[in-house]
């Protein structure tokens, strides 16, 4: 993934996911299903999975960050999501990859996550 300096203009910092890909809502259920230990909200609400991808084969392709780089599951999640989506009908391949560009902030909790928080 590009760092940010070396996007061309306009070029979002987090890649779009394939939203309209047949799979796209059951892959996103199976993120929700993955709990980050110490924080009691789905991945996929915090704002950690950053880009489902999925292609023609049905490869799934997920890019994803961690509240920080010393996360304690840091070796472990990136398994946890695979787990989640590979038994999903139709999905073919499971590729997860950890990213820290951009860094994840709470802006990136959904409205979900934030009333779960008490942030709301």
């Not at 950690?48 to 999640?77: H, K, Q, R, S, W």
């Not at 990213?99 to 996550?113: K, L, R, V």
């Amino acid at each position: 993934m590009n760092k940010p300096d070396d996007l061309m203009e306009g070029e979002p910092l987090i890649k779009p996911s394939s939203t309209d890909h047949p799979l796209f809502d059951a892959v996103v259920e199976a993120c929700r299903s993955v709990y980050d230990p110490e924080i009691p909200v789905n991945i996929y609400e915090l704002g950690l999975v950053y880009t489902i991808d999925i292609n023609p084969d049905n490869e799934v392709n997920i890019i994803m960050t961690l509240t920080a780089p010393g996360c304690p599951v840091a070796g472990e999640m990136p398994g946890w999501i695979a787990d989640a989506i590979e038994p999903l009908p139709g999905v073919k391949q499971v590729d997860v990859h950890l990213t820290w560009e951009p860094p994840w902030g709470m802006d990136m909790m959904s409205d979900e996550a934030r009333l779960e928080l008490g942030f709301m």
